[in-house]
T-cell receptor, first 115, second 114 residues
Framework: EAGVVQSPRYKIIEKKQPVAFWCNPI?????LYWYLQNLGQGPELLIR????????DSQLPKDRFSAERLKGVDSTLKIQPAELGDSAVYLC?????????????FGPGTRLLVL | GEDVEQSLFLSVREGDSSVINCTYT??????LYWYKQEPGAGLQLLTY?????DMKQDQRLTVLLNKKDKHLSLRIADTQTGDSAIYFC??????????????FGSGTRLQVQP
């Protein structure tokens, strides 16, 4: 069974440019998460979807970050415009349901470098 | 404190046991997890323990949970060079939104010397 798929794996952009990340969760997983991982830190939750509904986006900087999961499967995370401090790894994870206590499975991440 | 805390670094010799410690924050967390991250990769779930347990063993891995002290540990028996990675502890804490979310420590880098 395929795991969580993310693309691109690496992205280098100049500041003020837009960037988008894509995630395909494990088949059948209703809950999808986007995390930000800074160097030397653990992941921090940005947004969580249950099917197509964003149920927790309290940590998402809404002035420049947006996310969507239109059909309740794939998701995109966008930054516009990117800032130097956005350089990090963006991880996507999925889990079977929405209880919050279920095991999450992570993708390989997209490593973003903003110059 | 507010953070899940882990020591930054652990070095062991191949064949020895490794013990990675973690202090979590929310006594109502129902699950506690250990994830492994190798360079350039995402997080791989190693094991987890339900909060009503005090020990879980899975092959070379042993998880100990002390709820009174909010202390979690991961013991890796017969540590191999392939175990070299960063290990993250996580709890499913209740957030300000009223929903549970995984909160991670900063990770412990395990270095296994041949």
């Amino acid at each position: 069974e395929a795991g969580v798929v993310q693309s691109p794996r690496y992205k280098i952009i100049e500041k003020k440019q837009p960037v988008a990340f894509w995630c395909n969760p494990i088949s059948g997983h209703n809950t999808l998460y986007w995390y930000l991982q800074n160097l030397g830190q653990g992941p921090e939750l940005l947004i969580r979807y249950e099917n197509e509904e964003a149920v927790d986006d309290s940590q998402l900087p809404k002035d420049r970050f947006s996310a969507e999961r239109l059909k309740g499967v794939d998701s995109t995370l966008k930054i516009q415009p990117a800032e130097l401090g956005d350089s990090a790894v963006y991880l996507c994870a999925s889990s079977p349901g929405g209880s919050g206590g279920e095991t999450q499975y992570f993708g390989p991440g997209t490593r973003l470098l903003v110059l | 404190g507010e953070d899940v805390e882990q020591s930054l670094f652990l070095s062991v010799r191949e064949g020895d046991s490794s013990v990675i410690n973690c202090t979590y924050t929310d006594s109502s967390s129902t699950y506690l997890y250990w994830y492994k991250q190798e360079p350039g990769a995402g997080l791989q779930l190693l094991t987890y323990i339900f909060s009503n347990m005090d020990m879980k063993q899975d092959q070379r891995l042993t998880v100990l949970l002390n709820k009174k002290d909010k202390h979690l540990s991961l013991r890796i028996a017969d540590t191999q060079t392939g175990d070299s990675a960063i290990y993250f502890c996580a709890e499913n804490r209740i957030m300000d939104t009223g929903r549970r979310a995984l909160t991670f420590g900063s990770g412990t880098r395990l270095q296994v010397q041949p």
